[in-house]
């Protein structure tokens, strides 16, 4: 940065130009000026401008603009998906997230520490993930958390709802009432994750209805000091016990979840926001969820008496569904972040043709947000949808009245819901969603899943879409916010 023929009063962070001489030009890119009153105008942003003898102004350039950036880490089969926010002059995030970690693929226990360690790299050591989101307990997208639990601590982890009844059906569903400890995360999922690791809090996302309220965004005058604050909105008491009542542990201590209001959207410091949407649906499949009622008590027990119930269920469980394949990940927790829009004056994010980043590098914080600048004005958003369902047009609708219209319309990247499965997906959507960016987090090398579909492919078109474990290097872009 560059400023000529000034000082600067370090203890005000007044600059004072010359009290005599010609006119004097001085360039600060990416610059916010707040002007002493009396003096010669009022510079904007990113504006280089003539200025008079005498005039005084304040640089507060290094609190008014910030970075964000999404990165998808090549896993094979599964997702591990992450994003941070941060400044020019922080090497360390202001808030950092990960959504989902896990995969089927054959992967060793090394594998999952130099990930998880590329994650560490990039984010400057951070000790700690500010936010974890599970989107469901299948294994390609929890089977990484160990490690990732192994290297990071965890402020605050985000769970959907699922019923134990539920959770069973979907543990008998992958086989895995044939190893006990696997089981143990079906049965007791937050004992089995606060085993793991250090967790700050869990707090459970509630079946989702109806549209989330607007946030509303204001111009601060500049950014916070510290890292990005998390707001977290809390059901009431009741509604909080009733829910945690479907999460009691194992031990006396197990740790009790709190509960998410489900019509609110988590924010930091009014600059950037997450949105929930947990699309379970389920019916009670009747005789089962009777029997792990009648059971509950001695699953919880010990390992005697747990493996006896399971042996009970697993009986029930054959007479009712047999072989039929149901389709389990009708839970999936679908997670929007982004910028409150109103509170910034511009944002900026590359597409795949402008981005020359490659992962675990951190994006420049220098870039200006004006309309020539590269990349894709005020679509910076991201929507994580793991294995959700929308094949109708009916479940789209229902995600988009969630979310909102502006939200919808603000999605630079759309993480391809389960993968690319042609069972998860309607084929006109793509064109509605209008990402411009379109991410398959999947292994095409995988024969037996035919994941990405090729139709569901084709519905991209309209953006530019991103497999993942085809390239070089694990995926990633980001963008600038300016206030």
């Known amino acids: 940065m560059e400023l000529q023929a000034v000082t600067t009063d370090k203890d005000s962070g007044i600059v004072n130009a010359p009290t005599s001489g010609p006119l004097k030009r001085w360039t600060i890119p990416g610059i916010r000026w707040t002007v002493s009153a009396g003096d010669h105008g009022k510079p904007g942003a990113d504006e280089d401008r003539d200025w008079a003898a005498g005039a005084r102004f304040r640089i507060i350039s290094m609190k008014t603009h910030a970075c964000f950036q999404y990165q998808f880490n090549q896993v094979g089969q599964g997702q591990f998906a992450s994003g941070c926010v941060y400044q020019s002059a922080t090497p360390t995030p202001k808030f950092l997230w990960v959504y989902d970690c896990g995969s089927v693929s054959s992967h060793s226990q090394n594998f999952w520490h130099?990930?998880?360690?590329?994650?560490?790299?990039?984010?400057?050591?951070?000790?700690?993930?500010?936010?974890?989101?599970?989107?469901?307990?299948?294994?390609?997208?929890?089977?990484?958390?160990?490690?990732?639990?192994?290297?990071?601590?965890?402020?605050?982890?985000?769970?959907?709802?699922?019923?134990?009844?539920?959770?069973?059906?979907?543990?008998?569903?992958?086989?895995?009432?044939?190893?006990?400890?696997?089981?143990?995360?079906?049965?007791?999922?937050?004992?089995?994750?606060?085993?793991?690791?250090?967790?700050?809090?869990?707090?459970?996302?509630?079946?989702?209805?109806?549209?989330?309220?607007?946030?509303?965004?204001?111009?601060?005058?500049?950014?916070?000091?510290?890292?990005?604050?998390?707001?977290?909105?809390?059901?009431?008491?009741?509604?909080?016990?009733?829910?945690?009542?479907?999460?009691?542990?194992?031990?006396?201590?197990?740790?009790?979840?709190?509960?998410?209001?489900?019509?609110?959207?988590?924010?930091?410091?009014?600059?950037?926001?997450?949105?929930?949407?947990?699309?379970?649906?389920?019916?009670?499949?009747?005789?089962?969820?009777?029997?792990?009622?009648?059971?509950?008590?001695?699953?919880?027990?010990?390992?005697?008496?747990?493996?006896?119930?399971?042996?009970?269920?697993?009986?029930?469980?054959?007479?009712?569904?047999?072989?039929?394949?149901?389709?389990?990940?009708?839970?999936?927790?679908?997670?929007?972040?982004?910028?409150?829009?109103?509170?910034?004056?511009?944002?900026?994010?590359?597409?795949?043709?402008?981005?020359?980043?490659?992962?675990?590098?951190?994006?420049?914080?220098?870039?200006?947000?004006?309309?020539?600048?590269?990349?894709?004005?005020?679509?910076?958003?991201?929507?994580?949808?793991?294995?959700?369902?929308?094949?109708?047009?009916?479940?789209?609708?229902?995600l988009y009245q969630r979310m909102g219209q502006k939200r919808m319309e603000k999605l630079g990247i759309f993480q391809v819901n389960h993968h690319g499965s042609r069972t998860n997906w309607r084929s006109g959507l793509g064109s509605k969603i209008n990402a411009v960016l379109a991410v398959f987090s999947s292994d095409p090398s995988r024969q037996n899943t035919n994941h990405p579909n090729p139709e569901v492919w084709a519905d991209f078109s309209c953006s530019q879409r991103i497999q993942v474990n085809a390239d070089p290097s694990p995926f990633t872009t980001g963008g600038w916010m300016v206030l």
């Open 114 to 398: 130099s990930e998880v360690r590329k994650l560490k790299d990039f984010v400057n050591l951070k000790p700690e993930i500010d936010l974890l989101v599970l989107s469901h307990f299948d294994d390609d997208h929890i089977s990484g958390v160990p490690e990732l639990l192994n290297q990071f601590d965890v402020k605050t982890l985000l769970l959907p709802y699922v019923p134990l009844w539920r959770r069973l059906l979907i543990g008998f569903d992958e086989g895995s009432h044939l190893d006990e400890k696997r089981m143990s995360r079906y049965i007791d999922p937050i004992g089995y994750l606060n085993g793991l690791g250090t967790i700050g809090q869990i707090i459970i996302v509630p079946p989702s209805e109806g549209e989330i309220l607007p946030v509303d965004g204001w111009r601060p005058e500049g950014l916070p000091e510290d890292g990005w604050k998390a707001r977290f909105p809390m059901a009431d008491q009741k509604a909080g016990l009733e829910i945690s009542a479907e999460f009691r542990g194992t031990g006396s201590t197990s740790q009790l979840p709190l509960m998410l209001t489900e019509n609110q959207a988590i924010t930091l410091e009014g600059l950037w926001e997450f949105c929930t949407y947990n699309t379970a649906r389920y019916k009670m499949d009747s005789a089962f969820a009777l029997k792990v009622n009648e059971l509950r008590e001695e699953l919880l027990k010990t390992s005697t008496e747990r493996t006896s119930a399971l042996k009970a269920l697993k009986e029930v469980y054959d007479r009712q569904f047999g072989s039929n394949d149901r389709p389990r990940n009708e839970i999936s927790l679908f997670l929007y972040a982004g910028p409150v829009y109103e509170s910034w004056n511009g944002t900026k994010m590359l597409d795949h043709n402008t981005n020359s980043i490659d992962y675990p590098s951190r994006l420049p914080c220098y870039y200006r947000c004006h309309p020539t600048a590269p990349g894709i004005t005020d679509k910076c958003s991201i929507l994580y949808s793991g294995d959700g369902y929308l094949n109708s047009n009916k479940s789209f609708a229902e």
